[in-house]
């Protein structure tokens, strides 16, 4: 570690708007194609390209969009759909919470309103993954210019898809069903760089309880299996961590 001339640490500098941006390419090449699919199935169930575009610059929620617009197609009313949806996303509500706890210092409100907006799975784990290495170096200023990007690419991919028209992979199945790996493919990659051997536990605990959420009921129900599992896991970790000190 570089030290300063009256021999304490150096201090690291705060990432910048420009970093975060050139730190959101993983993301950005993730996320083009996956939206690309995703604009060419909206059109493909019967979705006009501006509602296909107006659902990924609102809604904003990757693997959730196939979902609710094949719900939607299907004749499944909205509530459904959308109580579907939602518990698919639930595990966004621990997003904030999670990185609050690690970022140091005040947050200026209209940033934080802004970043949180565009803080999906990748983009908490981008952050997660810096928090990890040195607080210290996390900014808004980065977090504004991952969040962005990576909005703009995904509407962008949505937009390239529905004006592409319909069945454009239908000849390629193999190439459509990369592209639905793609997204969880893309957070496993961050999420593992942020992994720590102490995680283990928690780790574990959210597969199990994903694997019995989705043996046993459904997709939406192995979210929260995996989102209750782990979160179970975290808490006794930290009370046991607590009781030894």
Known sequence: ???NIAGLPATTAPATFRQGIKDSLPIVIGYM????AFGLNAVKLGFTPLEGLFIS????????QFVITTLLSAGVSLWIAALTVMAMDVRHLLYGPALRQRIPGALAPRKT???AFGLTDEVFAAAISRLSRDNRSWSEDWMLGVALCAWLSWVAGTLAGVCSGNGLLDDWPAVSAALGFMLPALFLSFLLAAFQRRQSLVLAAALVGA??????????MAILGGIGGGCLAALLSSLKEESRD
């Open 1 to 3: 570690m570089e030290s």
């Open 33 to 36: 194609p996956v939206a690309f």
């Open 57 to 64: 610059c609102i809604i904003y929620a990757g693997a959730s």
């Open 113 to 115: 309103a802004l970043w």
């Open 211 to 220: 694997l019995a959420g989705l043996w046993l009921v459904s997709i939406p």
